[in-house]
């Protein structure tokens, strides 16, 4: 477990904290470029890191990522004219580019040069693998834009939604990088209930629930490895990634496509948990998009012009004690329903000072250890991990493998994301 202290350096990530400070360093998966559907379009609010700020594309398709806040009077630029290259705040005509300088300023004297020491805080946006990201950190630190396949693969082949998780970004990501909970928190009651086409992986996981860890740390994060028996000779290997600071990536099963969320925190007691789904080699099918589209697998039926889920704490997830008893572990349909009512179930912060760790929770362990370290690095100047690009082009995996077979090395084709390459899973 945790310290009180520990826990409160952990979660907090708002602008001074250490833990914000590290998070800034990184590029931010800040919303979906179609909510900006085209140039001189309304503007969208978006909160990241506890920073309230405006989102719009100008004229020209450029985004910009401003503070809510007008630098006049504090009025929100949400409701500002997003017009001629740059958004005008509608109380007194304050008008700010993507860069946040200030253009125009009416209610100033023609002759005056006030609006030439205003600067509106701004950060800059990139838009790659149809996500807008955001930097947030000191300029002259910026790093290469992300290299995660995902991000990288033709439209055709991805999915990507996000939707607001009313918990701590730590809570949620912790459960991202635990193996052992699919064999009780998705599990499905009946005999076929979770099996995949192309895949024996959820057979391997229904007969043996108590998966034994191993962890590797590499230049980018962690590499956990959830262990399964198959026979006498052979391992079931569920191979996670976890990306510095926020990315986890999920073993697929068979040729079904990958999964992966990032998990950003918007402010302390919320997050923005973005889902992806994507193939490496292939286009999604139609089939997959529909199930994909109305809220299946990993991702979220949203309540319409919002990106709260249809079924949240209010009306308890939609939970069907029914089907509880007939149908599935918890009675609630779908991965991302279910991994929501247990997060937040825990509170907006949990505290970490109250639990009681097992073996199973190896791989969270390690990942608080390397937050913490990062946090504490960057206070002493050291640069923290993940930051190269390239470190970034890896693949989760779930094969099987000899006993004396190392799974780093047993599996080191199956993790490299090459273009063109792919070892389909288990």
Not at 58 to 79: K, M, P, Q, W, Y
Not at 306 to 333: K, V, W
Request: charged share 25%; glycine share 8%; net charge negative.
């Amino acid at each position: 477990m945790l310290t009180r202290e520990e826990n409160e350096l952990l979660t907090r990530t708002g602008p001074g904290t250490p833990m914000g400070a590290l998070l800034r360093r990184y590029w931010i998966p800040a919303l979906l470029a179609e909510e900006l559907t085209e140039p001189d379009c309304p503007p969208r609010r978006v909160t990241l890191l506890g920073e309230r700020l405006v989102a719009f594309r100008d004229t020209r398709g450029e985004i910009g990522l401003l503070a809510e806040a007008c630098a006049h009077r504090g009025a929100s630029l949400f409701f500002g004219r997003n017009e001629e290259y740059g958004l005008r705040c509608v109380y007194h005509g304050w008008k700010y580019d993507v860069h946040g300088t200030c253009v125009d300023m009416p209610s100033e004297p023609a002759e005056s040069t006030f609006k030439d020491r205003v600067h509106q805080a701004a950060y800059p946006c990139r838009e790659r693998g149809g996500i807008v990201w955001a930097y947030m950190g000191p300029p002259e630190q910026m790093p290469g834009l992300p290299e995660l396949e995902w991000a990288l693969v033709p439209p055709s082949q991805c999915f990507a939604s996000r939707r607001l998780q009313e918990c701590n970004y730590l809570q949620s990501m912790e459960g991202g990088i635990d193996s052992s909970h699919i064999s009780f928190l998705h599990r499905g009651l009946a005999p076929q209930a979770d099996l995949r086409a192309s895949s024996q992986g959820h057979d391997f996981i229904r007969r043996d629930r108590h998966p034994k860890f191993q962890i590797a740390e590499v230049d980018y994060g962690l590499l956990i490895g959830a262990r399964r028996t198959v026979d006498e000779d052979h391992y079931y290997w569920r191979i996670t990634q976890w990306l510095m600071p926020w990315y986890t990536m999920i073993p697929p099963f068979g040729d079904n496509p990958i999964g992966g969320h990032a998990w950003v925190p918007a402010d302390d007691e919320s997050c923005w948990a973005w889902s992806v789904d994507w193939h490496p080699t292939r286009s999604l099918t139609a089939a997959e998009l529909e199930h994909m589209r109305s809220g299946g697998g990993i991702h979220s039926a949203l309540i319409p012009g919002t990106f709260r889920p249809q079924a949240n704490r209010d009306n308890d997830y939609l939970l069907d004690r029914q089907a509880q008893r007939t149908e599935s572990m918890t009675g609630i349909l779908g991965i991302s329903a279910q991994d929501a009512a247990v997060q937040e179930s825990m509170g907006p912060i949990f505290d970490r000072s109250r639990e009681h760790l097992g073996t199973s929770d190896t791989a969270i362990i390690a990942a608080r250890r390397c937050l913490l370290s990062a946090a504490s690095g960057l206070r002493e100047g050291r640069e923290p991990a993940g930051l190269a690009p390239t470190s970034q082009r890896v693949r989760p995996a779930s094969l099987v493998l000899p006993k004396d077979v190392p799974f780093q090395e047993g599996a080191r084709d199956a993790l490299d994301a090459r273009a063109g390459h792919y070892v389909v899973s288990a």
